[in-house]
């Protein structure tokens, strides 16, 4: 092998190892990516789960609580889908 194509296999030793190193921060900044949107969907399931705890005791009876939708395991309210502690918009579903 002559200098020439000894250089020439180098560059091309390099050109894939720079190929290579695309990918891989292509793949991580993907993964980065995941995790901060799944980040921000454990954050949002933490503040709904804490405003269903509101409406299971506060908003029980009331006709923005809708639960038929969740088989009645979760219970969401309309109007306050976060919860809300002191409830103005409470009206009886009864009427």
Request: glycine share 4%; charged share 35%; proline share 1%.
């Amino acid at each position: 092998m002559n200098l020439d194509d000894r250089l020439k296999y180098k560059q091309q030793k390099i050109e894939a190892l720079e190929y290579k190193i695309a990918r891989l921060t292509e793949a991580l900044e993907f993964k980065n990516q995941a995790l901060e949107e799944w980040e921000e969907w454990e954050e949002l399931v933490r503040q709904l789960w804490g405003g269903i705890e509101y409406c299971v005791t506060s908003c029980r009876g009331c006709k923005h609580l809708d639960a038929s939708s969740h088989e009645e395991k979760y219970f969401i309210c309309a109007i306050h889908p976060y919860g809300q502690r002191d409830c103005e918009d409470w009206e009886s579903r009864e009427k």
